[in-house]
């Protein structure tokens, strides 16, 4: 199983998309930061919905996963890097994809 990673500088300058995950081509819900993302997600039902992520400054994009995986991402992973707030290493930041499985 490959497993996806991430610069933890890069947090600060994904965007990410929610998506109906039956409907690509139409408008995302939102799109937002890390922490406006959570909560949104937070907010708001997300059984159908994706989460796709790009990240302007470095021009890569990652692969949508399921709203409900990303909102164990960022508890699990994300949200503990964001409050260290120690961005002066690069350190890398296992991201999940379709494949991965998080645990709950």
Excluded at 39 to 65: G, Q
């Amino acid at each position: 199983m490959e497993t996806t990673y991430i610069l933890n500088k890069e947090l600060k300058s994904l965007q990410f998309s929610v998506w109906d995950k039956d409907s690509y081509r139409g408008h995302s819900h939102f799109v937002g930061d890390v922490v406006e993302t959570a909560k949104f997600l937070r907010e708001n039902e997300t059984d159908d919905m994706e989460v796709s992520a790009l990240d302007l400054e470095y021009m890569h994009s990652l692969e949508p996963i399921p709203a409900v995986k990303w909102l164990i991402w960022y508890y699990q992973t994300a949200l503990t890097i964001l409050e260290e707030n120690d961005f002066d290493e690069a350190v890398l930041v296992p991201y999940p994809s379709s494949s991965l499985e998080l645990v709950s």
